[in-house]
T-cell receptor
Framework: GAGVSQSPRYKVTKRGQDVALRCDPI?????LYWYRQALGQGPEFLTY????????KSGLPNDRFSAERPEGSISTLTIQRTEQRDSAMYRC?????????????FGNGTRLTVT | TQLLEQSPQFLSIQEGENLTVYCNSS?????LQWYRQEPGEGPVLLVT?????EVKKLKRLTFQFGDARKDSSLHITAAQPGDTGLYLC?????????FGTGTSLTVIP
């Protein structure tokens, strides 16, 4: 497809379960970013990759959160032992290069609800 | 931690009015981007400003990057209902993008 694809679009899970959120970036895009966004607010950085290498994971809230991009394309954000406070919109964005005029292209997000 | 503060947080105006949204930080950024987000969708880039003092125009939208590359403004002339949405600034530093707190704009016909 032409854009960034995220799946599932909606995920409802029970507290304590693990969830895996998938991001399929635009083909050929070098960088991939994960954000979390509360309603009506700006996205909050979680982590990002260049190719398969995780460059910065300082935004991950705690060690229950992890991400990987093993072949430098599709990425998975995993949340273990989910808690209600993990409920949010999780957004993925990809970027073609590291140049100053290279924008982020966002997916439509995964809405996670932990009950 | 939000490095970029936007003001106002909410703005409701009549069609045809002008408005300005501010994006402020104490940090220096290599570039600053403005995005617009509609309900149920991801943010979409409007413009990137790179040079301190730079002004860019996109139809009725005027973007300015502060001289010290710490702040920016977005001015909309003669707002239209189609301008309704969440406006986000994002500062880039060391390949990371720090998003602002967001400004929710509603233009009433």
């Amino acid at each position: 497809g032409a854009g960034v694809s995220q799946s599932p679009r909606y995920k409802v899970t029970k507290r304590g379960q693990d969830v895996a959120l998938r991001c399929d970036p635009i083909s050929g895009h070098v960088s991939l970013y994960w954000y979390r966004q509360a309603l009506g607010q700006g996205p909050e950085f979680l982590t990002y990759f260049n190719y398969e290498a995780q460059q910065d994971k300082s935004g991950l809230p705690n060690d229950r959160f992890s991400a990987e991009r093993p072949e430098g394309s599709i990425s998975t954000l995993t949340i273990q032992r989910t808690e209600q406070r993990d409920s949010a919109m999780y957004r993925c964005a990809s970027r073609k290069t590291g140049g100053l005029n290279s924008p982020l292209h966002f997916g439509n997000g995964t809405r996670l609800t932990v009950t | 931690t939000q490095l970029l503060e936007q003001s106002p947080q909410f703005l409701s105006i009549q069609e045809g009015e002008n408005l300005t949204v501010y994006c402020n930080s104490s940090s220096v950024f290599s570039s600053l981007q403005w995005y617009r987000q509609e309900p149920g969708e991801g943010p979409v880039l409007l413009v990137t400003v790179v040079t301190g003092g730079e002004v860019k125009k996109l139809k009725r939208l005027t973007f300015q990057f502060g001289d010290a590359r710490k702040d920016s403004s977005l001015h909309i002339t003669a707002a239209q209902p189609g301008d309704t949405g969440l406006y986000l600034c994002a500062g880039e530093r060391l390949a990371q993008f720090y998003f602002g707190t967001g400004t929710s704009l509603t233009v009433i016909p």
